[in-house]
């Protein structure tokens, strides 16, 4: 579910400029909602993974240990992006 709303955030945000100014606006509302709808499902989501392989009530552990990969995973790709932007950039300056 949360995978066809953020599907369906991303056609309306490419069809907008095609929709007019009203249209555009009312395009932005509602992917707005559905990207709020998609937060809201992947939260939910996740609790039920985090539960799932929590074992004798280590929910914290499990949560704790998921959300230093997860903060690590964004750290890499985030030199990982400064990197390959730097190297394709025209650094004609």
């Known amino acids: 579910m949360a995978d ?3 599907d369906l955030a991303f056609v309306f945000d490419i069809a907008s400029p095609r929709l007019g ?3 555009r606006h ?3 509302c509602l992917t707005s909602t559905l990207r709020a709808i998609v937060g809201l ?3 939910a989501t996740r609790t039920a993974v985090i539960k ?3 074992i ?3 929910i914290a552990d499990v ?3 998921d959300s230093s990969q997860e903060t690590l995973a964004n750290l890499i790709g985030l030199f990982l992006n ?3 932007i730097y190297s394709v950039a025209d650094n004609d300056q």
């Open 63 to 65: 949560s704790a240990k």
């Open 41 to 43: 499902l992947g939260s």
């Open 52 to 54: 799932h392989q929590a």
């Open 82 to 84: 400064s990197i390959l």
């Open 26 to 28: 009312s395009a932005f």
């Open 21 to 23: 100014l009203l249209g």
């Open 4 to 6: 066809i709303a953020n």
């Open 56 to 58: 004798s009530n280590n």
